[in-house]
């Protein structure tokens, strides 16, 4: 039912791109019309690099309609290196171990599915920072 | 521009209305605002409401309740801003009427969340934040204040069992109101063994899922002893905005939209926070408790939890709040919520509260209604007008 609107966010559920302000440099994710700092119109498509720390998290035991298999799980307020917060899940951790502060990486993984024969979703996540790792996805 | 006042209330009980539906909670808190101001016609409708559409399968309800309300053919629509719906709607009807384009308007907010299964309203709920960006997420809307809350105990060194202060009073309040939805105090231990919801919060920091209505008439200053004895003039009714992500906010512990619209009711009211003798603030989760009262110049940034466990926040305390019970007590209509609050601020202002959570000499008293994480605040300010 979804399928245009998952379609048009898949620069940014795959790639994890925004915008930056080509007056002022500041990045935005989700992508801008207008940049919130400068108010400036003039922005490119910029990639984030996909790396940052966790500045809060939470750990659901009662999910919305269609994450209940995945309880419990955890979301989290993610701090980017480029200064720009995203909220993701957290992947490849026990929800005991997150702390906030704690280096993470981006990844793609499965976001949820829309029924049984629906539409499967495919989005970025985050998991603990793997050192060496390049980061950044796919 | 004129003053403007409230001359009429009307409530509903909150709470889980199987037998009726959302047209008939709207129409017998209209019909019983209408009865406190002794008026049998009206200019102008504003229903408040979130989620109609979504859950009653039911739009267009400035008609709907105006034809069932007996007022068919008056102006009315609709004004939605999340759980800050009823709230925008009054403000509408104040401002039709401080224009001098409306002698005397209605606002009603209205919400029946008990319609379909719990899991659906779950989800509508979550519609108040950003689709694309957080609930896709597998966020819900208690999950997003988990967020915050567990933010601010890392922040400010607050644990956990403290926030326990404000469901305590909320509920503690709740039980002396006629019209709350819980009615039964609830102890410290009981918060401690609440079941988690998304850690941090558990039930007992949650406002229930409720159906309700509430409403208010509102006149032209200069006639309101035509219509009440005791009659609240609106001080201001100010709304502000902030992101509706969480996530874009410099400072997500610092509720903007709250600072904006407090602080431009300030200035219109001419009043600053220590004058206020009631709040009635939107404690939909006791993180937003804390956070409105902060961002309300209430408290300093990181002290309300603190405040809330020296008694700053009973009836009796230096700044009342959830007096009659709060949105967890009381219980939240989403997009009745609003005028709810207003509803018991004007009761203070009466000196009509009961008498066991009445503040004594209330000049005046502040409503604050937030829709979404925050996005969406309306504070309200009313002030007693002596004869
Ligand atoms: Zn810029």
Redesign the interface.
Known sequence: MDIP?NWR?RE?RYRLQGTRCTACGECHF?PRHVC?RCKGRALEPYRFAGRGTV?????????????EQ?VP?V???VDLEEGV?????LTDVDPEEVT?GMPVEMVLRK??EEGERGLI?Y?YKFRPRIEGSAGGGP | MRDVAIVGIGQTPVGEHWDRSLRDLAVEAVLAAMDDAHVRRADALYVGNMLSGTLSFQEHLGALVAEYAGLEGIEAVKVEAACGSAAAALRQAVLAVESGRVEVAIAVGVEKLTELASKCTTNALAMAADADYETVMGLSFVAINALLMRRYMHEYGVSKEDFAAFTVNAHANAQHNPFAMFRAPVTRQQYAAAKMIADPINLLDSSPVSDGAAAVVVVPAERAREFSEKPVRVAACEVGTDTVALDNRANPLWLKGVERSARRAYRRAGVGPEEIGVFELHDAFSIMAALSLEASGLAEPGTAVRLANEGAITPRGRFPIATMGGLKGRGHPVGATGLYQVVECVLHLRGEAPEAVQVENVQYAMAQNIGGSGATVITTILERLTP
């Open positions: 609107r966010l940014q989700p919130p500045y809060s998290y939470t750990v659901i035991y009662q999910a919305p309609e269609g994450f995945y799980y979301v989290a307020l917060r995203v909220t993701a899940q906030i976001l949820g979703l989005g």
